[in-house]
């Protein structure tokens, strides 16, 4: 039988549970304790500081922007903020670590016991979160064809990182991933992550156990998971392979692991390390900073927040699951969205254009002419069917005057029933033969007649109007 099968047929008797740490790299414009430049893509080996790499007489200068980033995003999630922000050596030897030890935070972290509100598939959950903390990145190790050779790549060295840890009382792969994706766009509206996936922004270690009582089993780690969709399928694969193991009466080790994604599979990295082993001590090179001065005007610069932004729409202006979904999760969509809101107070309709006319591109036609549309549908100035054609205008030509195009192009919504009757009596006299058939009882006949009679107008009238006024005529 294999792992899959497995899973579905026992999923009652092992409970999952999983825990995330999240590590955030912010958009700091410089590195945690030196001035070299916070930047991704450069040359190998290019942004060092000898801060950054440990050389002997150099001494680390705290940036305070890191320190304004987990206090604002400690603030969203209703963290108790700590007065003051100490650091901590953390030793471990490993290639991509230049000094020897990671700048972290260990005995006092900056944020403590908030709340992640997320989206799931049973409405809106709540995940406790342990501890923030702000930690320095390392370095990346580059691997060669058939791994031959590795190459150590400092750029990343000293980048600033917010760790956030969850309590493990995540318990399916498919709310950690909502969660993954909560993270994502709560610190894109926040402004401290670009949230780029595919560049390393948001990286997430997942601890995952099975049990079949009410205390935890021996937890295995999978680390850094660059994806929402690895994340989900490592964690679905590993529920798996843990299972099968239990049940065929193998213990698990406690160990960190790696997810393959082209194999699509776990593969063991190391044992696992407690926290004796990394030998934690205050660093004595960085000074205690007092955080209270901080707190309350860094609370008045939290804009609404994804999760309320969803709710407002959904319970407020009356949009859909999916609506608000897809316009609180995106920070330069929702701002479009509020903008055109403010000049066109029509949520549906804009809801409409932005997700299923415009296909959530908003960022090279300027809101103002598309609000401009909008207003025209609403006050019945020009059909649907033309403010389409004038949108796919407004992709080539940005700055098209609207006003003067519909004038110049005859667009406008015309209210002309007598011209409507003509052409109505127009195309019946053309298709007299499907009239007949219409007559005699194929119905399916009505809409190629209003199709023909729509492309006559030309979309100078709504098709709703043109439905009831083809009905009537017919049905005489």
Same mark, same amino acid.
Request: glycine content about 4%.
């Given at each position: 039988?294999?792992? &899959?099968r497995?899973?579905?047929?026992h999923?009652?008797?092992y ?7 999240f590590?955030i790299?912010?958009n700091?414009?410089?590195k945690l304790?030196?001035?070299?430049l916070?930047?991704?893509g450069s040359?190998?080996n290019q942004?060092? %500081?000898?801060?950054? #790499?440990g050389?002997?007489?150099s ?10 980033? *987990?206090?604002?995003?400690g ?5 108790? !903020?700590? =007065?003051i922000?100490?650091f901590?050596?953390?030793h471990y030897f ?9 700048i972290? @935070?260990?005995?006092?972290p900056?944020?403590? %016991?908030g709340t992640?509100?997320?989206?799931? %598939? ?7 979160i342990e +501890? ?5 990145d *390392?370095g ?14 400092y /750029?990343?060295a ?11 009382? !995540? ?8 969660i ?5 766009n ?7 992550? /670009? ?7 948001i990286?997430?270690? &997942?601890?995952? =156990?099975l ?9 295995? $780690?999978i680390k850094?998971?660059?994806?929402i ?5 490592a ?6 392979l843990?299972m ?5 009466g193998k213990e #698990?080790? @406690? $160990? ?13 990295l190391r044992?696992?390390? !407690?926290?004796l ?9 960085i000074?205690?900073?007092l ?6 005007i860094i609370?008045?610069?939290i804009?609404?927040?994804p999760?309320? +932004?969803?709710l407002?729409y ?9 609506e608000s979904?897809?316009?609180s999760s995106?920070?330069p969509?929702?701002?479009?969205? $509020?903008?055109?809101?403010?000049i066109? /107070?029509?949520?549906?309709?804009? *809801?409409?254009?932005?997700? /299923?006319?415009?296909?959530?591109e908003?960022?090279?036609?300027p809101?103002?002419?598309? *609000?401009?549309?909008m ?8 059909s649907?069917?033309?403010a389409?054609f ?6 080539i030509d940005?700055?098209? %005057? #609207?006003? @003067?195009y519909?004038?110049?192009?005859n667009?406008?919504?015309?209210h002309?029933?007598?011209e409507?009757?003509?052409? !109505? @009596? ?5 298709h007299?033969i499907?009239i007949?058939?219409y ?16 492309k ?6 709504e098709? &709703?109007f043109? +439905? ?9």
């Amino acid at each position: 039988m294999t792992c &899959a099968r497995m899973f579905y047929k026992h999923m009652n008797k092992y409970k999952p549970t999983i825990g995330l740490e999240f590590h955030i790299k912010l958009n700091c414009k410089n590195k945690l304790f030196s001035n070299e430049l916070n930047e991704y893509g450069s040359e190998p080996n290019q942004n060092l %500081n000898p801060v950054d #790499i440990g050389l002997p007489g150099s001494l680390p200068c705290l940036n305070l922007n890191p320190i304004e980033s *987990a206090i604002k995003l400690g603030l969203a999630l209703n963290c108790k !903020i700590s =007065s003051i922000c100490q650091f901590d050596r953390k030793h471990y030897f490993y290639p991509d670590l230049p000094k020897g030890y990671q700048i972290s @935070q260990y005995y006092h972290p900056i944020c403590r %016991n908030g709340t992640l509100f997320f989206r799931s %598939n049973q409405g809106i959950q709540g995940i406790e979160i342990e +501890k923030i903390q702000i930690e320095e990145d *390392a370095g990346k190790n580059v691997h060669t064809e058939n791994n031959h050779v590795t190459y150590c790549d400092y /750029n990343r060295a000293g980048t600033p990182l917010l760790e956030l840890i969850t309590k493990p009382t !995540i318990y399916s792969s498919y709310d950690a991933s909502r969660i993954f994706e909560e993270i994502k766009n709560l610190t894109s509206f926040l402004n401290i992550c /670009n949230g780029n996936l595919d560049k390393g922004d948001i990286r997430v270690d &997942a601890n995952i =156990s099975l049990s079949n009582t009410n205390s935890l089993g021996t937890k295995v $780690e999978i680390k850094n998971l660059n994806s929402i969709k690895y994340l989900t399928q490592a964690l679905n694969y590993e529920i798996s392979l843990q299972m099968s193991q239990l049940l065929s009466g193998k213990e #698990i080790l @406690q $160990e960190t692991k790696l997810w393959n994604s082209i194999s699509k599979e776990t593969k063991t990295l190391r044992k696992k390390e !407690i926290n004796l082993d990394y030998k934690f001590f205050p660093d004595p090179d960085i000074p205690s900073i007092l955080c209270t001065q901080y707190i309350k005007i860094i609370k008045e610069t939290i804009p609404e927040l994804p999760i309320r +932004k969803y709710l407002r729409y959904l319970y407020s202006l009356h949009l859909s699951t999916s609506e608000s979904y897809i316009l609180s999760s995106n920070l330069p969509i929702s701002n479009y969205f $509020e903008v055109l809101l403010s000049i066109c /107070n029509s949520p549906k309709m804009i *809801a409409n254009w932005i997700i /299923n006319e415009m296909k959530l591109e908003t960022s090279s036609i300027p809101p103002m002419q598309i *609000a401009l549309l909008m207003l025209h549908i609403k006050n019945k100035v020009i059909s649907r069917t033309n403010a389409r054609f004038i949108l796919n205008l407004l992709k080539i030509d940005t700055n098209l %005057n #609207i006003d @003067q195009y519909i004038k110049q192009n005859n667009l406008s919504l015309s209210h002309n029933n007598l011209e409507l009757k003509i052409i !109505i @009596q127009n195309i019946c006299t053309e298709h007299h033969i499907e009239i007949e058939k219409y007559k005699n009882g194929k119905v399916q006949v009505f809409n190629f007649l209003l199709g023909s009679l729509i492309k006559k107008t030309k979309g100078n009238y709504e098709p &709703a109007f043109l +439905k009831v006024a083809l009905s009537k005529y017919l049905n005489k």
